[in-house]
T-cell receptor, first 110, second 115 residues
Framework: GQSLEQPSEVTAVEGAIVQINCTYQTSGFYGLSWYQQHDGGAPTFLSYNALDGLEETGRFSSFLSRSDSYGYLLLQELQMKDSASYFCAVLSGGYNKLIFGAGTRLAVHP | GAGVSQSPSNKVTEKGKDVELRCDPISGHTALYWYRQRLGQGLEFLIYFQGNSAPDKSGLPSDRFSAERTGESVSTLTIQRTQQEDSAVYLC?????????????FGPGTRLTVL
């Protein structure tokens, strides 16, 4: 089967750093994506890793280890507006088929 | 338009009725995807279109679900004889090209409630 595992909830304070892990088991793998979704909103793209290593985009970084079937999203200098659900998703097919994890709900407190 | 749009934003229907959900992708985007998101859960892939062709319908939950697309434009997802378990947010996404790693741009979704 195909599955992605990520923590259901994470809590942190403003200004802190938080890491959201994702492990995956899929029949095909092209890369790992991260999406952010605020309550009632549409998922929005954050990052994509096709190769091992760290990708940095402003306050957000994403890491991938293909040999470990593992990745993480690192959020630095947390702000209240970062409170949202974060989904890891495996790009599983040659036509951008995304398989999503169940999501991690991040709550940022003052 | 500037982004992916979906209509209606909310739909409440009675069990057994048919519903039709609409998606307008970003102009010029070749590929279009439908997902379902149950409350508090991740997104389930339903179907994708390349142009008006749907090579992968593997995610459609049952034969009550069908979808079509007109060229590289509007797509409709139809659910016949709705059931309470169909209650969810139905999200549509589009990408500029098929294949590769193009970012999927999501619409705001249609929240379907089956009473």
């Amino acid at each position: 089967g195909q599955s992605l595992e990520q923590p259901s909830e994470v809590t942190a304070v403003e200004g802190a750093i938080v890491q959201i892990n994702c492990t995956y088991q899929t029949s095909g793998f092209y890369g790992l994506s991260w999406y952010q979704q605020h309550d009632g909103g549409a998922p929005t793209f954050l990052s994509y890793n096709a190769l091992d290593g760290l990708e940095e985009t402003g306050r957000f970084s994403s890491f991938l280890s293909r040999s470990d079937s593992y990745g993480y999203l690192l959020l630095q200098e947390l702000q209240m507006k970062d409170s949202a659900s974060y989904f890891c998703a495996v790009l599983s097919g040659g036509y951008n088929k995304l398989i999503f994890g169940a999501g991690t709900r991040l709550a940022v407190h003052p | 338009g500037a982004g992916v749009s979906q209509s209606p934003s909310n739909k409440v229907t009675e069990k057994g009725k048919d519903v039709e959900l609409r998606c307008d992708p970003i102009s010029g985007h070749t590929a279009l995807y439908w997902y379902r998101q149950r409350l508090g859960q991740g997104l389930e892939f339903l179907i994708y279109f390349q142009g008006n062709s749907a090579p992968d319908k593997s995610g459609l939950p049952s034969d009550r679900f069908s979808a079509e697309r007109t060229g590289e434009s509007v797509s409709t997802l139809t659910i016949q004889r709705t059931q309470q378990e169909d209650s969810a947010v139905y999200l549509c996404a589009s990408t500029l090209t098929l294949g590769g790693t193009d970012t999927q741009y999501f619409g705001p979704g249609t929240r379907l409630t089956v009473l």
